[in-house]
C-alpha cells in the first residue's frame, strides 16, 4: 500500500511538473524575418462562366514584379500583361475587365466571361 501511493505521488508529481507552460516559448523556432526579397504576391483566381455556359477560371497576378491575367478553359491557357488600368493585351487579342465581366477580343471574334456566382 505504501508503495502504491509512493508510486502514485511521483507520479503526479511528474506530470504536474511536466505540463508547466513556458513563458518564454520555443527557444527552437526561429522568427521569420522580413526582407525586401521577398515580393508582394497578390495572386487571385475566380471561376467565370461564358454565354455558352463553359468555365474559365481567371487569375489576376498583381505583385510587384507582374502584373498580368491569366484565362484558363478546355487544358488552354492565354496570359496577357496590363496595359492600361483594365486593359490586358498580348499579340493579337485584348482583354477587358469591367466591374464582373471579362471581355475576350480577338479580331471579329468576342468572348464575354462573367463571374460564376458565389466567386
Known amino acids: 500500500m505504501k508503495k502504491t501511493f509512493l508510486i502514485g505521488i511521483a507520479i503526479a508529481a511528474t506530470i504536474a511538473t511536466s505540463c508547466g507552460k513556458s513563458e518564454n516559448g520555443n527557444k527552437g523556432v526561429v522568427e521569420q524575418q522580413n526582407t525586401s526579397a ?19 477560371l481567371v487569375t489576376f497576378k498583381n505583385n510587384d514584379a507582374d502584373k498580368s491575367i491569366s484565362i484558363r478553359s478546355n487544358n488552354k491557357t492565354i496570359s496577357a500583361p496590363l496595359k492600361s488600368d ?15 465581366s471579362v471581355t475576350i477580343t ?6 464575354r466571361l462573367k463571374k460564376a456566382r458565389g466567386q
Open 38 to 56: 521577398d515580393a508582394k504576391n497578390e495572386d487571385e483566381t475566380l471561376r467565370y462562366v461564358a454565354e455558352d455556359g463553359s468555365s474559365a
Open 86 to 100: 483594365s486593359l490586358y493585351g498580348n499579340y493579337d487579342f485584348e482583354i477587358a475587365v469591367k466591374n464582373d
Open 106 to 111: 480577338q479580331g471579329d471574334n468576342v468572348i
